[in-house]
């Protein structure tokens, strides 16, 4: 069974870092290109970063540009969202997934809080 198991949130003033974690389990963790997504109260889930399955291709939305780093450890079936420059609106719920699956489709973890104050 897919799991995704997310930790390394927190609380932390603007301008701070956090490094988020997701261990993955239940399917072949190499072959899938993965992404951070995050909710924020009252929105809906947005993907802000995606990596792909060689680890060779980044992508950002706009708004974490420059800010946000993605990577994978394929030996420990993670991947990372390494997070700088942080901003109260970053505050969110943040979730891993496979970018393949649709929302609907994605096995949704827990999810690990980060709040960023100003």
């Known amino acids: 069974q897919v799991q995704f198991v997310e930790s390394g949130g927190g609380l932390v003033q603007s301008g701070g870092s956090l490094r988020l974690s997701c261990a993955a389990s239940g399917f072949f963790f190499a072959s899938y290109s993965m992404g951070w997504c995050r909710q924020a109260p009252g929105k809906e889930r947005e993907l802000v970063a995606t990596?792909?399955?060689?680890?060779?291709?980044?992508s950002y939305v706009y708004s974490v540009r420059g800010r946000f780093t993605i990577s994978r450890d394929d030996a420990k079936n993670t991947v990372f969202l390494q997070m700088d420059s942080l901003k109260p609106e970053d505050t969110a719920v943040y979730y891993c997934?496979?970018?393949?699956?649709?929302?609907?489709?994605?096995?949704w973890g827990q999810g690990t809080q980060v709040t960023v104050s100003s």
């Open positions: 990596i792909s399955s060689d680890g060779r291709t980044a």
């Open positions: 997934k496979r970018v393949a699956d649709s929302d609907r489709d994605t096995h």
